[in-house]
């Protein structure tokens, strides 16, 4: 690494990318320099509406303007001068609709989250007249209110005015990327890149274009969609009015597929795992679009000089959720990172197996009713086997997913790729290394997405050369060999058994 450092040429050594992490409950901005590593982070939180059961709504102003303040506060608290940044990169919270007013450039209605279930009845109307197999073929996706096409259609069927005014070419939509891209150029780009296009159930993944068929299935007109642009590539600058000068916007993308960038899955079969709230994999597919037999998700990764990139997706809704459960409502932990120690009092499980249903299971089961059930209590079950349990059923899900993903790509995958704040829990890890029968391995920086969207950007300007360029960035932490003496067959010999058992209750 030192050796690279001195051995490279200088050039871009005093420069920085800027990248723009907006998430779902907050608006980043990450200074990174040549060596990938932070510099300075600014980040502020913004409220979350929950109008009505099942509702979730943004301020899509308040997103602006924490984002707004974020930029300029990390540029100010790094000491950079603004001419420093070589270029921009965005990331953010996907499926997210925003729809907006071209000439007032005020949003009409708040945004739409991708949490937000307000559509799902008129997916299953979807479901019912026998879309599924169209919107797969054309999309990847599944069928679900989690995606933009129905809050589309749902904001513009809530008002008859709206209607009209998106017929009259008088509206934009966006998702999170490209209304913050339209306001940071003061309105003069309307763009978004294919993989956040790719989650909106309107972009044709095979052609590459946003579809007829699907638009007036969803009854949207074309004209308040953006342009999609590379996800690498000098796509725009910022105004000046911003940071006092005009900055390159050279990299775009969704924050899952920012992250399989991030990890350097640029390969296919290369997968990655992020283990915050829920846990989100994905696995590179290459030049391939891969229908998923078993319900997951096929999507854009990236595109770059026009080169499609595709991947497999698959998400467990609860992970460290559930060790948030421990602690807030079952109380046998403080803090998250303790369930590590409370797990190693015991040797083993117990006997228990956790299935962490508490919100349904998605991928590979999609059962919605399906509850969290603990088995195998006894007289002699303590904490410390609870916990083991749940750590487990975290690896489990994760396995269940990963085997689903094999087999639709029909490929086998080398090492699992890891990050988010879960990830930072070394028993967990090494139980999912073990479960797999693979190697687990964890990188030096943990903002893998920010990180990812840098490449991205800075590939574009030629801020970092090539792939081989980033890969001596790519540092690892730890590495976690599978166990053979773990007893993993028993413990995913039980887990399908009782897995069965749950589901065959809600038959
Ligand atoms: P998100 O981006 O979804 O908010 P993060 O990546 O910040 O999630 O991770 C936070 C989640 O990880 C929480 O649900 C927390 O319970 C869990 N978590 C954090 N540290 C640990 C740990 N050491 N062991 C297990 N779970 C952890």
Known sequence: MEGFLLNCNKEFMDKYILAIDAGTTSSRAIIFNKNAEVIEIAQYEFNQFFPKEGWVEHDAVEIWNTQLKAIKDVVNKSKIDPNQ??????????????????????????????QDRRTASFCDELIEKNKTSLIQQKTGLVID??????????????NQELREKANDNKLLFGTVDTWLIWN????????????????????????????????????????????????????????????????????????QQAALFGQLCINEGDIKNTYGTGCFCMMNTGENFVMSKNKMLSTIAWRINGEITYALEGSVFVAGAL????????????????????????????????????????????????????????????????????????????RDIVIEMEKDAGIKFKDLKVDGGASNNNLLMQIQANLLSTNVVRPKTTETTALGVAFLAGLATGFWKDISDLKKLWIEDMSFNPDSNFNSNDIIELWQDRINKLLKVNE
């Open 85 to 114: 940044i070589d270029s921009i990169g965005i990331t953010n919270q996907r499926e997210t609709t925003i729809i907006w007013d071209k000439q007032t450039g005020k949003p009409v209605y708040n945004a739409i989250v991708w």
């Open 145 to 158: 209110a989690y995606f933009s096409g129905t809050k589309i259609k749902w904001i513009l069927d809530s």
């Open 323 to 398: 060790i948030q459960w421990l602690r807030d409502q079952l109380g046998i932990i403080k803090s998250s990172p303790e369930v590590e120690e409370l797990a190693k009092t015991v040797i083993d499980n117990g006997g228990l197996t956790f299935v962490p249903a508490l919100s349904g299971l998605a991928a590979p089961y999609w059962d919605p009713y399906v509850q969290g059930t603990i088995f195998g209590i006894t007289r002699g079950t303590e904490n410390g086997h609870i916990a083991r349990a749940a750590l487990e059923s975290i690896a489990l899900r994760t």
């Open 184 to 255: 940071l150029t003061n309105g003069k780009s309307h763009i978004t890149d294919p993989s956040n296009a790719s989650r909106t159930l309107l972009y044709n993944i095979k052609d590459d274009k946003w579809d007829k068929d699907l638009l007036d299935l969803f009854d949207v007109p074309e004209n308040i969609l953006p342009n999609v642009v590379d996800s690498s590539s000098v796509s725009t600058n910022i105004d000046k009015e911003i940071l006092g000068v005009e900055i390159t916007i050279s990299g775009i993308a969704g924050d």
